[in-house]
């Protein structure tokens, strides 16, 4: 077993024992960490995965808690109800909320969730149905098949159950192929769009859960409790919520369990210790609070659990498992050769008062390999970007098998079998090679987040990563399999990004410098892929400044120079137009 | 509503307004050149005012260990780095900078407050006190992490206004305070009586404003914040520090937060902690403008002050609620504006 299995069985273990072992008091206090934990797991998935940050998480918890404070006491309704409707209602203000919001760049949602923060934290302060500043109070217990849930150690079944089927979905959740898609929402939002992910529509599913998570983090307050209050969703809880985060380490689920228990225990003990010092009474736990995070903030900024983890992985890496065997992906019909694939027709591109590509046309049939060459600047990659929907053209047209693509976002030109590589490498650092190669796979898949938390995805899981690990092999990568993609070393790292693109099972194959770092005998091995490929039927187009390994290899090239298309033709033509050799070689005035 | 409520509503928003707009631009030009949401600024107007009320009855405000104390952490860490470094001749400048600067102030706060100064002086001492906290606070808290992405810097500014509110409490107690008003004089202005306070703070806003202008206009320090604003690395490479625009940015915004804190004492009863409130509102001003254009941050601020206004009159317990939910159809609006793939944040 790995040690961190191994933590996990302590930690349970010890979950089941405490309401035995504990006093009263302490398991009150496991109860509050329970409630916390899982407002904060839903700040890991949002903050540390996804990189969308919330400091406005304590409002859905106040929806939660009012919803069926209010429903129970006013109308007499079971807690159950309340629950429903808590959740409806915070999944209706969540979706409206991040409609909004999570399609802004960062700054804009932090501080608008500090911004709702106070408006709701007023709100319920003056709303008679919630019992304006006094709040709302003789909230019924829950009961279960009968059994009434009021003494503390109930309440603590009721939220370590509740909040250990969270931690679990989360953990499954991120370990799938939405788990994998959410994973580079935060640093690689536009290779994810390219590989065919709604990043829009996944920071908003995050945001959603995130805030039912908090939600139902307020429903068992409410009736652990039989009182809600605003005082309990002001700021200050919101920013408390995001500290633990952060503390535990805001990308790790089960640094949630670590931030929220560290952050709780010590806010008890500094209100027990703290007012020994001085002699006015004052809110100095968050005096310190604040100091503590200080130091964490610049030496430790991932939070304590990939310390830990470190610790336990001292003893070397685990080795990576090939994924088992699994039925092959179902592959795409592709065009016959010879067809018309991609067609470029007067492309501008500006930037500002450059044009990157200036009139550019230009026509790639089905089964050949296409170089697109020329020297830096030249407008190579702008081209790739244009056609893969990354960067709208400013004018031109765009056809692939006929039909118009220069208007579609990136994530529909993947859906139509386009996949490429990017020249600066974009591959999720922290997730390993399988994983990485898999993201190529995302659209061979149909399987949602529900099923993943569920494990309802596993027969088509093993069949993506099975996939993955052909595409890895191929590559000659599989004794990395399991490594973090940042371990590898540059050329193997654009290996990976040419796995991949070719784990989307592409009838257009788009290349931007592959060779670039690699070593001679690589070289090789990757022009033999490319070659099998084309037997295959994958059409290639290649952007590439090794003109050895370029001549050797395309049927057909196509030369830019200032963004303009300056020459086309057969490689032994292109070696001797004069157009070309001035351009690389510089003219004589 | 009568036309002079209408006009004591509207001058009631512009005098708020005003102070919204300046703290919206110290936010914007805080914002623009390090990339810090500067959350702690509401703290600096809380200090400042509560301390030009505490000056005013006779007793020396805690602002004044914050400042000694900061300075002391600032000096540690500076030491810390100069004696890393080996370059020892820092050592003078930084002592003279981070302990004896704050203790002169310090002393000169001490020995005055029991005397009852006139109005003026106790402004400039509260500016002394409140003012060398921005550089304090950028360099404790901030420099460390310059290049870090602007989701931490937010964490960073959380935890400070955390330390400062707690201080706040500590160092001011749980009442509220008001600091009385510069002039008590009034004008006629058609159906209106324009209060002399109100004069002051639109005429000290407008002031600050013009002077930030031809700042960054005219003077070769103004030019290197907007370089850095512009381009970050491309300053750097032109040999403009970032630790100066830094410093500088901070110690602009802890001036306009100080002016702020000062200016608005008389006009509202300040808590320990209301200077959060009042800072965010500066921000919702800033969004409003796009947080991008200093011109339409101003506008959007006064926008808030209106609103602010008018919503105390026909709903006031919902102020708040309203104010800071008029963030949502901005968003909305913003939010439609944007086409791309948002830009990723860096690893």
């Known amino acids: 077993m790995s040690p961190g299995r191994i933590a996990i069985a302590l930690f349970i273990a010890y979950l089941l024992a405490a309401p035995f072992v504990l006093p009263e008091f302490y398991v009150t206090l496991m109860n509050y960490i329970g409630l916390a934990t899982l407002v904060t797991l839903g700040l890991v998935l949002l903050t540390g995965v996804a990189g969308l940050m919330s400091f406005g998480q304590q409002v859905f918890v106040g929806f939660g808690a009012y919803a069926t404070g209010v429903l129970t006491t006013v109308y007499g309704a079971s807690p159950w109800l309340g629950l429903g409707a808590g959740l409806a209602f915070t999944a209706v203000a969540a979706l409206a909320l991040g409609l909004i919001t999570v399609r802004l760049s960062g700054h804009y949602l932090p501080i608008s969730t500090l911004a709702w923060g106070i408006a709701f934290y007023f709100a319920f302060g003056n709303l008679e149905l919630v019992g304006r500043y006094d709040g709302i109070q003789g909230i019924p217990a829950i009961s279960l098949f009968g059994w009434s849930i009021e003494s503390g150690r109930g309440s603590y079944a009721l939220i370590w159950a509740v909040t250990l089927a969270a931690l679990l979905a989360a953990h499954n959740l991120l370990d799938s192929r939405s788990g994998r898609a959410i994973r580079a929402l935060r640093f690689r939002a536009v290779m994810a769009e390219s590989f065919g992910i709604d990043t829009a529509r996944l920071k908003l599913v995050v945001f959603l859960y995130a805030a039912l998570l908090a939600s139902l983090s307020g429903w068992l307050y409410a009736h652990f409790l039989h009182f809600v209050s605003p005082g309990a969703f002001n700021v200050n809880i919101g920013i408390e919520y995001l500290f633990m985060a952060v503390v535990g380490g805001a990308s790790q689920v089960w640094g949630a369990v670590i931030g929220a228990s560290l952050l709780t225990l010590l806010k008890e003990w500094l209100k027990d210790i703290l007012p020994r010092f001085f002699e006015q009474s004052g809110n100095y736990e968050v005096i310190v609070f604040g100091l503590l995070m200080l130091p964490l903030l610049h030496r430790a900024r991932d939070g304590l659990m990939p310390v830990l983890a470190r610790l336990g992985r001292r003893n070397g890496r685990a080795p990576a498992r090939a994924p088992r065997a699994a039925p092959a992906l179902a592959r795409r019909a592709g065009p016959a050769a010879g067809e018309p694939l991609l067609g470029l027709a007067g492309v501008h591109k500006n930037f500002g008062g450059l044009a990157a590509v200036r009139a550019l046309s230009f026509e790639m049939r089905a089964g050949e390999i296409l170089g697109l060459i020329g020297p830096n600047g030249a407008g190579k990659s702008t081209v790739f970007n244009v056609v893969t929907g990354v960067l709208p053209a400013d004018a031109g047209e765009v056809r692939f098998r006929g039909a118009r693509i220069d208007a579609l976002p990136a994530r529909r030109i993947a859906r139509l079998a386009i996949a490429r590589t990017f020249q600066h490498v974009n591959l999720v650092g922290g997730m390993s090679v399988l994983e990485n190669v898999a993201i190529g796979a995302h659209l061979r898949g149909a399987k949602g987040t529900a099923s993943a938390m569920l494990r309802l995805d596993r027969e088509e899981e093993r069949r993506l990563l099975h996939e993955a690990a052909r595409q890895v092999e191929r590559v000659g990568l599989s004794a990395h399999l399991g490594e973090p993609s940042a371990s590898l070393a540059l050329g193997q790292q654009r290996m990976v990004e040419i796995a991949r693109a070719l784990a989307a099972d592409p009838v257009l194959l788009l290349l931007d410098e592959p060779a670039a770092g690699l070593r001679f005998q690589e070289k090789r091995s990757l022009a033999a892929l490319l070659r099998r490929l084309r037997a295959e039927g994958t059409s290639i187009l290649l952007v590439e400044h090794d003109m050895d390994f370029v001549m050797g290899l395309v049927e057909r090239l196509v030369v830019m120079d200032f963004g303009e298309k300056i020459a086309e033709g057969l490689p032994h033509e292109i070696q001797a137009n004069p157009l070309v050799i001035e351009a690389y070689l510089g003219g004589i005035e | ?347």
């Open chain 2, 1 to 347: 509503m009568g036309a002079d409520i209408f006009a004591w509503l509207v001058q009631d928003g512009i005098t708020n307004g005003a102070i919204y707009a300046l703290l919206a631009l110290a936010l914007l030009l805080v914002f623009t050149v390090t990339r810090v949401i500067f959350v702690p600024q509401g703290e600096l107007i809380t200090f400042a005012a509560l301390s030009l009320a505490m000056l005013e009855s006779g007793r020396v405000p805690g602002t004044v260990y914050i400042l000694v104390f900061g300075g002391l952490a600032a000096a540690a860490i500076e030491a810390v780095v100069a004696l890393r470094e080996h370059r020892l001749r820092r050592l003078p400048r930084i002592a003279m900078l981070y302990v004896a600067l704050p203790l002169a102030v310090a002393a000169a706060v001490w020995w005055a407050a029991p005397r009852r100064p006139d109005q003026w002086v106790q402004v400039l001492l509260v500016l002394a006190m409140v003012v060398p906290l921005g550089p304090i606070m950028y360099r404790i808290a901030y420099q460390p992490l310059a290049s870090a992405s602007v989701l931490v810097l937010f964490i960073v500014s959380m935890a400070v206004h955390y330390v400062l509110t707690g201080l706040s409490l500590v160092f001011f107690g749980g009442e509220g305070l008001r600091s009385s008003a510069f002039s008590d004089a009034k004008f006629r202005l058609g159906v209106v009586d324009v209060t002399a306070q109100s004069l002051w703070v639109v005429l000290a806003s407008l002031v600050i404003i013009v002077a930030l202008w031809l700042l960054f206009e005219r003077s070769i320090y103004g030019k290197a914040l907007r370089a850095t604003a512009i381009n970050r690395v491309g300053a750097r490479l032109v040999g403009i520090p970032t630790v100066l625009t830094g410093h500088l940015s901070f110690l602009l915004a802890a001036f306009i937060g100080a002016v702020s804190g000062i200016l608005i004492a008389p006009i509202t009863t300040l808590y320990y902690d209301t200077g959060f409130l009042i800072g965010l509102k500066g921000f919702v001003g800033a969004i409003l403008g796009g947080m991008a254009s200093y011109p339409l941050a101003a506008l959007g601020a006064l926008a808030v002050g209106l609103l602010e206004s008018f919503s105390s009159f026909w709903a006031s317990a919902y102020k708040e609620t309203i104010v800071f939910g008029l963030i949502v159809p901005v968003l909305v609006w913003l939010s439609l504006r944007s086409r791309h793939v948002e830009e990723e944040e860096r690893e």
